[in-house]
């Protein structure tokens, strides 16, 4: 995974980075970085199943009234979602208006909160699946061993829209692994919030 240097500022960043500053701002200070916070966690995961088919750009574009429609993506808000909802998430031009994946997302709001309830959070159950310390590197690729096997617990759970690939770059945004080109400026500092990280339990 080669990184770029055209910025504006001289910063070498990962390739799909472009020149834009929202863009620069999400790859500099939150793709990569490790994340513990159930309901952000929550947040990248039902994002990344709307970006699956579409350029992460689109999605971040759509960020903010991705937010508003998802009720802050609270899985305990969105739970109750019922008919209404959906059709007024349809009709909401702001957002990736996919049914599938508007009834998958408030589906696994429902999974999410039996997860909570099971395990003491999402997070304790994400981490888990973090690969073990001096595993084959994965940079470059779309999916893991871990991806896999995390895409499979959850299916087996009744989550839906979190195949190995879609999972993999949930992986990677909240920093279960560190896919920063080492040629990037954010790679040593996703290692370093990476070390510095408290997994939790």
Sequence with gaps: ???????????????????????????DTEWGRPQGDDRALFEQLCLEGFQSGLSWRTILNKREAFRRG??????????????KQVLALLADAGIVRHRGKIEAVINNAARALEMIDKEGSLAAFFWR??????APS?????????????????????????????????????????????QCHCHALSDKARKGFKRPT
């Design 70 to 83: 998802f009720a802050n993506f609270e899985p305990a808000k969105m739970a109750k979602f019922g008919e």
């Design 1 to 27: 995974m080669n990184a770029k240097t055209e910025f504006p500022d001289g910063l070498a960043r990962c390739g799909w980075v472009d020149t834009s500053a929202e863009y620069m701002a999400y790859h």
């Design 138 to 182: 994965t940079l470059g690729a779309s999916t893991s061993e871990q991806s896999i096997a995390l895409s499979k617990a959850l299916k087996k759970l009744g989550w839906k829209f979190v195949g190995p690939t879609t999972v993999y770059a949930f992986m990677q945004s909240v920093g279960m692994v560190n896919d920063h080109s080492p």
């Design 129 to 134: 699946y973090e690969a073990p310390k001096g």
